[in-house]
Every structure is written in structure tokens, then in C-alpha cells.
């Protein structure tokens, strides 16, 4: 049997099995196949809980017949004793069973969760581009406990029909009349039920996405909130999620309808069944063709086969709700990276000049370059490229959210073309990839190098970075590969040490979820220091002190050069005192560097270099803590922007 947590290596890892995201129906069998043996051995303890149970009504009717009706004690205790003992065997293989299913269904949610975080690591800042974050976290979530209902109940279900056929045959074999009726009634039930099903999976699918953009908004809500109070748009955007909320609502109360009718039928049929079989059963007895041991028999029967009846409804329900649950996953699984593994791979030379063709920006390896514009966009556009990453413009998919209108054929065809739409797109984006990128290392364009080996030598930090909850230590050393001495040294380089002071527990203290409790210079510092703790080759900084006040920028400013010297850094900034201290800075004009040179050969002999970098001083000296104005109340942090000397404090704790 698998262990659980199940093991993935989807995406990440190269000749790994990954989903098969053909259609929604091959995901959900490949889901099936992961639980590899265990689903077998499921199987089989769903078998022998089930099948016992169909020989107690039996053993019933022939301790009536052969024990109570002729007076024979003994034949009355053998029966009762044999019968005990199925009972207990059923009692014990369900045990058995509800152990192994619940393993099955966590193996089906965790593993979705790990398929999906896989995905998204695979896919990195791609995959918020083309996927909403509501739809990814339902997938990750909520769909993945309906494949793991989908486990258990496939499970149930077969075992049932097996119980099921066995008391076909075993009614056959005592009155034809009432075997044809046992048999007969379950397919009539999924009959009658089957032209309800479409109309639920339709409400549900809309339900489903109604609800993932729901989560959206509810995202997108929190993590701004802050700015929607400073704007007073609050009431604006709650509005907009409670009417979002109350079409789920709508949606959900329509699924519902055609859930209740489906269940209605299945209660209708099922206590139908069971008046048929009583007032058959009694005529049968009244003509002398049935004692009345198997009668009892036979009710016993009835009243047993109402749980494979409801069971067949029930896998009815869940194989809807898992189609399009599937749909959805598939929607996210199947999307492919737009990088592509070069034929040949190059090693990628940090210690050589580095080159963007669009801009024309040199960057000199071991030095610390500036680069400044008065459009931001651009020198986060040069970011981007430096490290590798898609333009935000780019890779956007085709959604696959259908027009509530479109039903039958007319969604299908939609949902067809949508997805060759999907197809289309991802197959440019891979020729794209293919073309040279642009930047070159050491004359080696990074189109030709290992996109792993660019990740971890160079590392761009931006101007949205997150900050996940756990201690201090784990959010600048996930790894766990620093000394104390290295991570004091890049906490003292990011001024960071009233971040320290604010978290009982030191190196262990605990941090919220994206920082929450931190102000917004804290959490900037926070990155800066994970950045430099880091220590790649080539360092890209995009404003990395927007949000600090100008003491802080200066001891920051101060100490940055001497941290990275000898490795290549470069920073996107208009700030004269991080500028004060760069090796060279280079001036882009309309994405293109116009100018090379110190801070003050530019600032003499540029004009368009000082008119931006003199409104950046002025916008500094407007107030002594522009970007703080999100802090957090006093109380929850130590003291704030005070240079602290070099971190030898004894009461810190160790990192390890």
C-alpha cells in the first residue's frame, strides 16, 4: 500500500507520470490508478462487507423453516450461530474497509493539493496570469474532496451491485416473479433518474464557478484592504461581493432543486420496491408457491437492497459533482510552462557582462548598478527579462467559463473550441520560448540555459513579494543552509533589526500570514534581508526601499555595496541615496538606456537623469516616512528604524 501523505513528483521532476488531462473522465481514472493497490485492497474489504450481508436474510428465512415452524431447537442454535458469525465477518471487513477508504479519500484530496502546488511551481508567476487565484484554491481545495468522495464511493457502489446480483440470484432461485422484480427495479431507477442529471451537472458547474470567483474577490479584497480603506472604496467592493455571493446562492438553490429531485426519485422508487415486493411476496405465500421463512426472507431482502438503490442515486450525484470538479482541474493541470528545455544546454558564466538587447543595457559583472527611469514600468520590464520572466501581458489563456446561456451541443462545441483555443495558445507560447530571449551572459543567450539553473543564480526581487506565516528563520532561510553570523549579517545589511525586536522569540518568532502585524517598511526589509540571504550571483532589486523612511534608506544605501561586493547587483531605483552609492548607474528613456555613468557625472551632465532623480529626492523629503502609513499599531512592534549595532545581541537566539 501507498503511505500517506502520497507521494508526488508531477511537473517538478523530469520522466515523472503526470495526470492525464485529455478529458475530465481520463483525470478521474488516473486518479483511481494512483490509489494503485490500495484501491484493490479496498475493493475487496467493500466485498467481503457486502456479500455476507446477503446471506443473512437467508439464513433468516431457513432458521424460520427449519428451527421455529417444526419445534427443532437444534437447527434453530445452528442457524442463529452461523448467522452470528457472518455478522461478525461483515462487522470486521467493514471496519477494515471505512480504514482503507479514508486513507483513499485523503490520498485523492492531498494529492490534488500537492498536484496543484506542483503545478504552480511548475508554472510560477505564470499561472496567476492565467488562472484567477479563486479557481486554483477550488481546485486545490474543494475539488480535491470531491475526488476523494469519488474513491469512496466507486468503492461502495461496485460492492453493492455485486451484493446486489447476489440477491438477484438468490431470489431467482425461490420465485422467478420476485427475482424479475428485484432485478428490474434498479435499472428503472437509474432510468427515470438519468434525464435529471444534466440539468443538475449544469447547475453545479455554474455554482462551482460562480463560487471560485466569489473566492477570487474575497482574495483580492483582503490583500487590499488596506488601500480600499484609504480610498473609501470598502463599501464599494463588499457590495460587489455580496452580490457575487448571493449568485451563488441562486446557483446553489437551482443544483439543489435538481438534487432533491434526483433523491426524490430514488426514495420514491425505492420504498415502491419494497410495497411491491411485501404485497407480492404475500400472494406468492397465499397461493403456496412461499413458506413463510421466505417471506421473511424476501422482506428482508426488500429492506436490504433500499441501500444499494440509494447507493446507485448517491454514485449518481458524486460522478456529476467529480465531472465537473475534473473539468476544472483539468482547465488548471493541463496548462504548460512556456519555457521549454534547450537541446544544448549552456552554462550560464555570472562572472561575465551581462546584455539586454531591447534596452541596450550593459551590466558589468561584480559591480552594483542603478537603473533608472521615469517610467517604473520599464526598469521592472528589465527585471523581468534579466531573470527571466514573462512580461504580465503575456501567456493569458482563454477562460473556460461558459455563457449560462449556451446548453446541450451548444456548450459543448463552445467548451471544444475553447479548449483548442487553450491548445493554440500554449503551442505559441512554447515557440516563443524557443526564440532567443534577448539577454545574454557571457554571450550566451539565456534562452539557451537551463531555466533551473537561472532561478538559482539569478534571483529578482519585486516590488509584490510574499511572506508566508512560520518563524523569522524560515522566512529568510527556508533551506536552512545560514550560520547565525550570515543571517545577522544580512538582517544588519536590511536594517531589519526592529523586524527582529517585534517578534517574541527571535530568530523563532512567528510571523502572520503575508506579514500581517508587520508595517509595510517591515515587510519590505523582511524580503530585502530573505534577498540578500540568499546570496545568488546575480542579485536584481526592483525598489527595494519604497516603502522605508529615508534614515532607514541611508543605513540600507550604506551598507548594500559592501554586502554584495564582488557579485553582480543590480537595483531599480530613482532614489538619490541608494544612487550615492552605486558603482554606475544607467539611465533608460523610453525603454532604452540613453545614459552610463557615477550619480553625479549623471546628475551634471544629464538633464533628463536630473529631472528624474530630483523629483525622486523631493518625493523623499516630503515626508520623513512616505510608505509606513500601513504600519501597524505601535503596540505590536518593537522600535522602528533605529540603527541597532551589528546584531550581537545576547539574548537572540540561535538559528538552530
Known amino acids: 500500500m501507498r503511505d500517506f501523505p502520497p507521494e508526488t513528483r508531477a511537473y517538478t521532476d523530469r520522466g515523472a507520470d503526470v495526470p492525464d488531462t485529455r478529458t475530465p473522465r481520463a ?30 436474510p437467508w439464513m433468516v428465512g431457513r432458521a424460520i423453516d427449519t428451527g421455529i415452524v417444526t419445534g427443532d431447537s437444534s437447527a434453530t442454535t445452528r442457524w442463529v450461530v452461523a448467522l452470528a458469525v457472518v455478522t461478525t465477518l461483515g462487522a470486521a471487513s467493514g471496519i477494515v474497509f471505512h480504514t482503507i477508504i479514508v486513507r483513499e479519500w485523503l490520498i485523492a484530496l492531498y494529492g490534488t493539493t500537492k498536484l496543484v502546488t506542483r503545478k504552480a ?21 474543494s475539488d480535491g474532496d470531491q475526488f476523494g468522495a469519488l474513491m469512496e ?72 484592504l488596506r488601500i480600499l480603506r484609504g480610498i473609501g472604496g470598502e463599501e464599494t467592493f463588499g457590495g460587489n461581493y455580496a452580490a457575487q455571493s448571493q449568485r451563488v446562492r441562486h446557483s446553489g438553490v437551482s443544483a439543489g432543486r435538481w438534487l432533491a429531485a434526483v433523491e426524490s426519485v430514488g426514495v420514491l422508487l425505492s420504498g415502491g420496491f419494497v410495497v411491491a415486493l411485501l404485497w407480492l411476496g404475500t400472494r406468492e405465500v397465499a397461493q403456496g408457491r412461499l413458506t413463510v421463512g421466505q417471506l421473511v426472507s424476501f422482506l428482508g431482502y426488500g429492506l436490504f437492497l433500499v441501500q444499494p438503490m440509494r447507493t446507485f442515486v448517491e454514485f449518481a450525484q458524486k460522478w456529476t459533482r467529480s465531472v465537473v470538479s475534473a473539468r476544472k482541474a483539468v482547465a488548471v493541470l493541463s496548462q504548460r510552462p512556456p519555457w521549454v528545455h534547450p537541446d544544448e544546454p549552456q552554462p550560464l558564466d555570472t562572472a561575465a557582462e551581462i546584455v539586454d538587447t531591447e534596452s541596450g543595457a550593459t551590466i558589468r559583472p561584480g559591480v552594483l548598478t542603478m537603473v533608472v527611469s521615469a517610467v517604473p514600468d520599464d526598469s521592472a520590464a528589465l527585471a523581468d527579462r534579466l531573470g527571466r520572466y514573462l512580461p504580465s501581458e503575456e501567456g493569458a489563456l482563454v477562460s473556460d467559463e461558459i455563457p449560462e446561456e449556451l446548453k446541450g451541443r451548444a456548450a459543448r462545441r463552445e467548451r471544444s473550441a475553447r479548449a483548442r483555443a487553450r491548445e493554440e495558445q500554449a503551442r505559441r507560447d512554447e515557440e516563443r520560448a524557443r526564440q532567443p530571449w534577448g539577454v545574454s551572459v557571457g554571450g550566451v543567450d539565456l534562452s539557451r540555459v537551463e531555466l533551473d539553473e537561472v532561478r538559482a543564480r539569478i534571483l529578482v526581487s519585486d516590488t509584490a513579494p510574499q511572506v508566508f506565516a512560520g518563524t523569522l528563520r524560515s522566512a529568510i532561510d527556508p533551506q536552512g543552509r545560514l550560520s547565525r553570523a550570515e543571517a545577522e549579517r544580512a538582517l544588519h545589511t536590511a536594517a531589519a533589526d526592529d523586524v527582529f525586536d517585534a517578534l517574541p522569540g527571535g530568530w523563532q518568532g512567528e510571523l502572520e500570514e503575508r506579514g500581517r502585524g508587520l ?26 526601499t519604497s516603502a522605508v523612511d529615508a534614515h532607514t534608506e541611508a543605513r540600507i544605501a550604506e551598507r548594500l ?14 532614489s538619490p541615496l541608494l544612487l550615492h552609492h552605486a558603482d554606475e548607474v544607467i539611465l533608460l528613456e523610453d525603454g532604452a538606456a540613453t545614459a552610463r555613468g557615477r550619480h553625479a557625472e549623471l546628475l551634471a551632465e544629464s538633464a533628463s537623469y536630473r529631472s528624474v532623480v530630483v523629483r525622486g ?13 500601513d504600519a501597524a499599531p505601535p503596540v505590536a512592534h518593537g522600535p522602528r528604524d533605529v540603527d541597532v549595532d551589528p546584531v550581537h545581541h545576547d539574548d537572540r537566539e540561535e538559528l538552530r
Open 617 to 629: 529626492e523631493a518625493t523623499a523629503g516630503s515626508s520623513p516616512e512616505p510608505a509606513d502609513l
Open 153 to 224: 464511493i466507486c468503492t461502495r457502489a461496485f460492492s453493492q451491485l455485486v451484493a446486489y446480483l447476489a440477491v438477484a440470484a438468490i431470489v431467482l432461485t425461490t420465485s422467478v416473479r420476485m427475482g424479475v422484480l428485484v432485478l428490474v427495479s434498479a435499472p428503472l431507477l437509474v432510468l427515470l433518474g438519468t434525464p435529471l442529471l444534466r440539468p443538475m451537472q449544469r447547475w453545479q458547474g455554474v455554482e462551482r464557478s460562480r463560487n471560485s470567483e466569489l473566492t477570487s474577490m474575497a482574495t483580492d479584497i483582503v490583500g487590499g
Open 561 to 574: 555595496g559592501a554586502h554584495r561586493a564582488g557579485r553582480t547587483t543590480v537595483v531599480m531605483t530613482a
Open 27 to 56: 483525470f478521474l481514472w488516473w486518479m483511481v490508478r494512483q490509489n494503485g493497490v490500495l484501491f484493490w485492497a479496498g475493493l475487496l474489504a467493500a466485498l467481503a462487507w457486502m456479500v455476507p450481508q446477503t446471506l443473512g
Open 519 to 544: 508595517s509595510g517598511g517591515q515587510r519590505q526589509r523582511l524580503v530585502l534581508m530573505r534577498a540578500l540571504a540568499a546570496d545568488p550571483d546575480v542579485l536584481v532589486l526592483v525598489e527595494p
Open 121 to 141: 511551481l511548475q508554472l510560477g508567476h505564470v499561472l496567476t496570469r492565467r488562472t484567477p487565484t479563486g479557481e486554483v484554491l477550488s481546485v486545490s481545495g
